[in-house]
């Protein structure tokens, strides 16, 4: 990047502002101190997840793997297909194209992938996702295993 009064290189960031649509940036240049604004645009990959309350946040892996680790302890799944189902559903996520995704798509994505691997671990997951409310909820859950 460089700066538009003198085109060095080196800056400095005073400030930094994000937005879904990318990144703003305050920076003074280190040689003749002026100040001056950068804006980069996210990067195609991203991908942003909305989550049930509205609010957003970039799509990560990294966020769905440790509830699913959670929900295959101590369960007879080797970590390399916990892994491989982890890549699948990132995989399966970004095929769809879409810059914006509801946390609930990723979700139900999620708990078809768990539930073909072990039924433990799905129920596991489901009842923390699901958050349900009462027994009957689920009793209703395991009867349609
Ligand atoms: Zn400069």
Do not use: A, L
């Given at each position: 990047m460089n700066c538009p009064y003198c085109s060095n290189t080196t800056s400095r960031v005073t400030n930094k502002r994000g937005s879904p649509e990318g990144v703003r940036r305050r920076r003074e240049c280190l040689k003749c101190k002026k100040r001056y604004t950068t804006y980069e645009k996210i990067d195609k990959g991203e991908i942003w997840v909305i989550k049930k309350d509205g609010t957003r946040q970039i799509f990560q892996i990294d966020k769905i793997k440790v509830g699913v680790e959670r929900a295959f302890e101590?369960?007879?799944?080797s970590k390399e297909e916990i892994k491989k189902t982890l890549d699948e559903i990132e995989e399966q996520i970004r095929k769809k194209g879409k810059r914006e995704i509801r946390s609930s798509i990723i979700g139900e994505l999620v708990m078809k992938k768990i539930k073909k691997l072990d039924n433990i671990a799905y129920i596991r997951f489901a009842s923390v996702y699901k958050e349900f409310k009462d027994v009957q909820d689920f009793k209703k859950e395991i009867k349609d295993l």
């Open positions: 101590k369960r007879p799944v």
